[in-house]
């Protein structure tokens, strides 16, 4: 199996960085048990789309058993944007879309369907959080029900994980940050359409929203 898509900090976002804050990172550590590893979208449908999603399976794996043993939890996000027939993002499904191409999205990720199920290869376990957002967002009120699922665990770091780098996983971090949770987006266990893209959306969240760091990194940083 291919590596996982690389990110590299471009020099002009060291430099701007390193001027606003004084270093390049913003946490030092995650305690572990105020810790969710958040995996977005890692669904039959995205990933059986997006090729690059494949390799980042092992490292999401390993994540998992790394932040269940430290005492963290595991979050496993779905995008759930039809029912019973019925879009619930018309606007999205509407205008972004060819009609064939918007109808086969919101029905593939309807409750039920093949496509909304976590890819097999996943090692979810029954005591993992399970969330589902309709939106970009695994954070938007009203939208997504992972926020109160993460207080009730008295969480307030979260790494995320997933796919697609630049759109829910990008979206999710800095609506996190937001919410004031400290945020790290994990550079090897998120993927892409498009390398470019991939780094893209790490790019942004490093300067603004939170860490971007590798998964060794990640697991060596928590304390348990």
Sequence with gaps: MAAAQSFKVPGYVAERVTKKRGRLRIFDHFDAVESAL?????????????APALEIIPAINRLAAGFRARGGVV??????????????????????????????????????????RLHPDLEAQAGDIYASKA?????LPGKADLHEQLVARGIKNVAITGVATNF????????????????????????????????IGFTTVFQSFGDVVTADEMLDEMLK
């Excluded at 979208?41 to 990933?47: G, I, N, R, T």
């Excluded at 004031?180 to 991939?198: C, G, I, L």
């Design 75 to 116: 979050a496993w996000v779905s995008m759930t944007v039809g029912k019973d027939g019925q879009s619930l993002w018309p606007l999205y499904h509407d205008n972004f879309f060819l009609p064939e191409q918007g109808a086969r999205h919101r029905d593939q990720l309807t409750e039920g369907a093949d496509g909304h």
């Design 38 to 50: 958040v995996v977005i979208d890692m669904q039959k449908f995205y990933v059986d789309d997006v």
């Design 135 to 139: 939106r970009f967002s695994a954070f």
């Design 168 to 199: 829910c996983c990008e979206t999710s971090a800095r609506d996190a940050m937001m919410l004031d949770y400290r945020v790290a987006m994990v550079w090897d266990a998120n993927a892409a359409r498009y390398p470019e893209d991939h780094q």
